[in-house]
């Protein structure tokens, strides 16, 4: 007779298994299956003729990666933003941690610092006040997870170009928190206000 102590009881024991049934395990198996043979069929190599240029409330965008695109790529979305002379983005905050590159043009971020507590719910606080950072070509620019942000093309003559990469990890794991908080000057028809 064992000595060591038991951590199940009697009552833990009746409860190990139920008289419920599924196959959730073999549809993963042919769910595996059938993602690795449709995958090698997927574009390694997107030529630019092919990105698909989209008017959205954050502003006129040309996506390089997307998750609908059909592409060997699984992780990450990377699309073009183009900022009119003297233009702007919306306001919006997701999730995931941005990064961006600078192409061409000059002007600044302003990202609202966010804090937040677990306490029953997450409870989350921006700041009122922005930071600004300026960029130009070359720069990268960083943006925190669930910041609000904005960009802006300080250049009166010229557009803007920046190349945006976000994450999709975080809407795999159910976080896909992803607020458009308000459109960018002339798209407004894009937007959709964001629940209370």
Known sequence: MSTEPSFVDDAERAKARSNVSADFYAQALEASKQFRAEYKNRAGVVKAADMPMESTADGLIKHIINEGMNTTECCIDIYM???????????????????????EGTGYD????????????FIWEW???????????????????????KRFNTDADNEARVIVINSRMMKAIGFDWFDQLEPAEGFEEYWVPPED
Do not use: M
């Open 81 to 103: 933003q183009f900022l009119p002379p003297n233009g702007a983005t919306g306001v919006s905050r997701h999730l995931s941690e941005e990064v961006a590159f600078v192409i």
């Open 110 to 121: 302003l990202h609202y610092d966010v804090r937040f507590k677990c306490e029953d719910e």
């Open 127 to 149: 700041d009122s006040e922005p930071r600004k950072f300026e960029w130009s070509p070359g720069d990268f620019i960083y943006i925190p997870p669930y910041c609000a942000h």
